[in-house]
């Protein structure tokens, strides 16, 4: 079972952009606390993603024709882990580059293409993506918002909830219905670009308990997109869907979202000259070493074409299981020296990362989904 | 020669020789000669003997579907032991006896080794050597475990036997990547059965496999195999020269997932399955024996931290430095 999963190296070309992206990151990110960089890929500056882009490590795996880098998902592999295990602030170009261009390329027609894909190379078209409503989380085919056909395209009401970064995005690539109704499951939904420029749309920021904002509401009150909006074929929007979810839940941001708070907790460790922690320290690294192969593994699987959507979600619910485990077992092992002063910044790192650790396994895709993919992907149901 | 051809005729070699009937008959003090005398003539024993030697010169990583099916069959013989132990007797230029050999890694006498019982020598890591030692020369005793063929090892003074170079890491973590990927291969085995008996058995007038609390805990059975099985790859990746590193994340790892599985295994299986003769056991009492030997989790996460707190990079540079090169 799962035996495509299986031990993969990064070619050496692609660990070649190694250095390059390093330095990038020293001259950019040097200076942020560690508890600004714990924000990893919530974090958000858009300064940074278009010099980026200007730098040539956006659009990796797109072609040179639409301004990408035509280089593949283990370039991708290499240069994301950098960004995150550095604790870059890369949520402005985030979904754009993971998702939304390997979309558009996917299902767009030309013109489509054209349009959006170099502005997302060049880290200056910011995507979101529409998915949950009021009364849609997991279950996503129950979704209500409308897109109707007019005579110059379509019209657009409803509301989507919890998307991330739509308050600073330019689009929004929304999973919407446009025929039937949610009785009708999964048919007669389909996935349209809309500007979040246009007139009758509204959005307003959630605060989460960590005091960030970096999801919102978005609500649209007759909408209305020329017929170029739809993406793909309507009434195929799950399949789409479905396709991207490989792109999704297998690269390192379900492996080192917490990793900037290891990193601060190792050089605590390391200044107090403490040994007590060498066992947890090491499951620590048997665990991101194994993810690590395991999600390389996942990274040989796109790069050759294929969509491995049970596997990367082993691969998420695992590595989130990990970035979850983490700040627990940190706050025990730093509590149960009472009498060791922790700086301000490891512990704003530690308490950061703890309230925030349940929303790894929430977002793209909830653990107990994860779970019911692996099991129906195993032959069970 | 490449080791996916191998695989299929020495896992159809294992699946007649190693029937549960016959794994049970070693268990229960039989006779294993007839078993060995079939793995010896195989020729598979000499597979990562160099070609020049008169092996087939395989990589450790080449033949670890090969271990991974003694795994799964639950062979009652130190089959890959045995392998590991020809290629290092090989490659002193030392010529190996016909019979099974075991591994003890511990250095001090009295340690447990797995298949000790079973075995005509024992290849001992004292530390500074290995010496390969005839169980005649040794004191062998069973644990007194309910069909265990681990066996208490001793020696007065120091084991007595043909001396060869110890490889720089040691034998425990060359025998700790061997074990990790015994785990993984049964790991496996246990996922199919579990997941065919979740399938077909009724309760509640539906497989039980369809009950969503079933299901979640097969899924994080099957994320464990998966674990298991890419941690032992990277403890292989080396080969013989293995990384400590690497080792302890491949063994970490797998003894991690060892319990777990072996309980889920259990749980779907309810009652039948803990019945001795029922053959999940033979796989799940040996998943317990291979997570305690040649270190647990809990030791090499020792030998892991250790070495990671001594370096000032990152956790990820460190990791991909110190597991992952070469």
């Known amino acids: 079972?799962?035996?495509t999963l299986t031990l993969a190296a990064l070619p050496p070309e692609d660990e070649a952009l190694r250095p390059q992206i390093r330095a990038f990151i020293a001259s950019h990110v040097a200076g942020l606390p560690a508890d600004r960089r714990a924000r990893s890929w919530q974090g958000f500056d858009a300064a940074f993603s278009r010099a980026l882009g200007q730098a040539g490590f956006l659009g990796l795996t797109l072609p040179r024709a639409y301004g990408g880098q035509e280089r593949g998902p283990f370039a991708r592999f290499v240069v994301v882990e950098e960004l995150l295990s550095a604790g870059a602030p890369v949520a402005a170009h985030w979904i754009a580059d993971r998702q939304s261009a390997p979309l558009i390329l996917g299902y767009g027609t030309e013109e489509q293409r054209q349009s959006y894909i170099p502005r997302i190379c060049r880290g200056e078209a910011l995507f979101c993506i529409g998915m949950s409503e009021p009364?849609?989380?997991?279950?996503?085919?129950?979704?209500r918002t409308r897109a109707e056909r007019t005579d110059a395209g379509w019209r657009v009401n409803g509301q989507k909830i919890w998307t991330t970064n739509a308050m600073h995005s330019d689009y929004m690539?929304?999973?919407?219905?446009?025929?039937?109704?949610?009785?009708?499951r999964h048919a007669g939904l389909s996935q349209l670009i809309i500007d979040l420029k246009a007139p009758g749309v509204a959005v307003r920021p959630i605060v989460d308990l960590t005091g960030d904002a970096?999801?919102?509401?978005?609500?649209?009150d007759n909408v209305e997109l020329p017929a170029d909006a739809l993406i793909g074929r309507e009434g195929e929007g799950w399949k789409q869907v479905t396709a991207e979810l490989a792109f999704e839940r297998s690269g390192p941001e379900r492996i080192y979202s917490s990793v900037v708070l290891l990193d601060a907790w190792t050089r605590h460790l390391q200044a107090v000259g403490r040994r007590d922690a060498d066992a947890l320290t090491g499951r620590f690294m048997a665990e991101i070493a194994t993810l690590r192969a395991m999600s390389?593994?996942?990274t040989a699987r796109l790069a050759l074409g294929e969509s491995p959507v049970v596997e990367a979600s082993i691969v998420k619910d695992r590595g989130t299981t990990f970035e979850q485990d983490l700040p627990v077992a940190i706050g025990d092992d730093l509590a149960a020296h009472p009498d060791e002063p922790?700086?301000?910044e490891l512990y704003r790192t530690l308490l950061y990362v703890t309230h925030i650790a349940p929303s790894f396994s929430l977002r793209g895709g909830t653990r107990e989904i994860l779970r019911g993919i692996i099991a129906r992907g195993m032959g069970l149901r | 020669m490449d080791a996916s051809e191998l695989l299929e005729p020495f896992d159809r070699m294992l699946a007649t020789i190693a029937m549960p009937a016959a794994v049970r008959a070693v268990e229960s003090g039989g006779d294993a000669s007839a078993m060995w005398s079939e793995l010896a003539q195989s020729g598979f024993l000499d597979a990562l003997v160099p070609e020049d030697a008169g092996g087939a010169g395989l990589s450790l990583a080449a033949i670890a579907p090969l271990i991974e099916a003694v795994g799964a069959h639950a062979v009652p013989l130190p089959v890959a032991e045995t392998m590991v132990a020809r290629a290092l007797m090989a490659g002193a230029g030392v010529a190996s006896p016909d019979g099974p050999i075991a591994l003890a890694t511990a250095g001090v006498p009295g340690?447990?080794?797995?298949?000790?019982?079973?075995?005509t020598h024992v290849l001992v890591d004292t530390g500074d050597r290995l010496v390969l030692a005839p169980v005649d020369a040794l004191a062998v005793a069973p644990t007194g475990v309910h069909h265990a063929l681990s066996a208490r090892i001793g020696w007065e003074g120091a084991p007595a036997g043909h001396v060869i170079a110890r490889p720089e890491a040691g034998l425990r973590a060359l025998a700790a990547v061997v074990r990790a990927t015994l785990i993984a291969g049964a790991a496996h085995r246990l996922l199919t059965m579990t997941t065919r008996h979740a399938n077909e058995r009724v309760q509640f007038g539906k497989p039980i496999g369809r009950q969503q609390a079933l299901q979640q805990n097969l899924a994080v059975m099957a994320e464990d195999a998966v674990a298991a099985r890419i941690a032992a790859q990277l403890g292989c990746a080396r080969g013989l020269d293995v990384s400590l590193a690497a080792a302890a994340v491949a063994k970490s790892t797998a003894s991690s997932v060892a319990a777990r599985l072996a309980g889920t295994a259990h749980a779907v299986h309810g009652a039948i399955g803990i019945s001795e003769e029922f053959d999940l056991p033979l796989l799940t009492r040996r998943l317990h024996e291979w997570r305690l030997a040649d270190g647990s989790e809990g030791y090499w996460n020792g030998v892991l931290g250790h070495a990671r707190l001594?370096?000032?990079?990152?956790?990820?540079?460190?990791?991909?430095?110190?597991?992952?090169?070469?």
Request: glycine letters at 10%.
């Open chain 2, 111 to 119: 340690q447990i080794v797995p298949c000790g019982l079973v075995a």
């Open chain 2, 310 to 326: 001594a370096d000032p990079a990152g956790s990820v540079d460190w990791v991909r430095a110190e597991v992952f090169a070469g």
């Open chain 1, 135 to 143: 009364g849609s989380g997991s279950d996503l085919a129950s979704v």
């Open chain 1, 173 to 184: 690539i929304a999973l919407l219905r446009t025929s039937g109704t949610s009785e009708d």
């Open chain 1, 296 to 298: 390389i593994a996942c």
């Open chain 1, 214 to 220: 970096h999801f919102a509401e978005v609500f649209f």
């Open chain 1, 1 to 3: 079972m799962f035996d």
């Open chain 1, 342 to 344: 922790v700086s301000d």
